[in-house]
């Protein structure tokens, strides 16, 4: 006997090209704003006390106001956080403000961060010979050291050239 035959449904395939309309444009232009872009050169010199000062060339980042108020937030609440956890060692209290005045002092130094130090240029004032910079939170005035003669100057940047280069104003 002949098998029953077998029905085919053969569904049209309905393509789905219907929904599909994106409307809003797409926020690629985010990025711009948050400070972690452009870095940029400005001047300024080199004094060591009892030396003439030496000309230099910062490269610096400048730093947005939502990349320092984020960076202070998340190291406050990394703390708050911190705090009940060292304060179950005994003594305690101690622990609890450490871990509150140690975040309290990240937090700060964060959101004081406007500009931040790549690379430094130049030369000592002693001696010649090219100095060296630490990465991080640019500083007025900021350390530089000389690797040759040991010798700790200080770089300054006039205010208005940083300024004029802010990241975000204010
Ligand atoms: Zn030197």
């Known amino acids: 006997m002949a098998g029953c035959p077998k029905i085919h449904f053969a569904l049209p395939r ?5 929904a599909r309309n994106h409307d809003g444009p797409v926020k690629d232009d985010e990025r ?6 452009a870095s940029l050169e400005v001047g300024g010199r080199i004094s060591l006390f009892g030396y003439d000062p030496t000309p230099a060339t910062l490269r610096l980042r400048p730093r947005s106001r939502s ?4 960076g ?3 190291t406050m609440a990394l703390a708050l956080l911190a705090a009940p956890v060292v304060g179950l060692i005994p003594p305690h209290a101690p622990w609890v403000l450490g871990a509150l005045a140690g975040g309290g002092f990240l937090a700060r130094r964060r959101w004081t961060e406007r500009f931040t ?3 430094v240029e130049g030369t000592c004032p002693r001696c ?7 990465r991080g939170r640019l500083r007025s005035p900021h350390p530089v050291l000389c690797e040759s003669c040991h010798y700790e100057a200080s770089v300054d940047v ?4 940083l300024d004029r280069e802010a990241g975000d104003q204010q």
């Not at 309905?14 to 219907?18: I, S």
């Not at 711009?32 to 872009?37: A, F, I, L, P, V």
Request: aromatic content about 4%; overall charge neutral.
């Open 14 to 18: 309905r393509d789905v090209g219907v």
């Open 32 to 37: 711009r704003h948050n400070g972690d872009g």
């Open 67 to 70: 990349w320092r108020v984020g």
């Open 72 to 74: 202070s937030v998340r």
């Open 117 to 119: 130090v790549l690379e």
């Open 128 to 134: 010649g010979e090219p100095v060296k910079a630490t």
């Open 158 to 161: 006039p205010p208005e050239a």
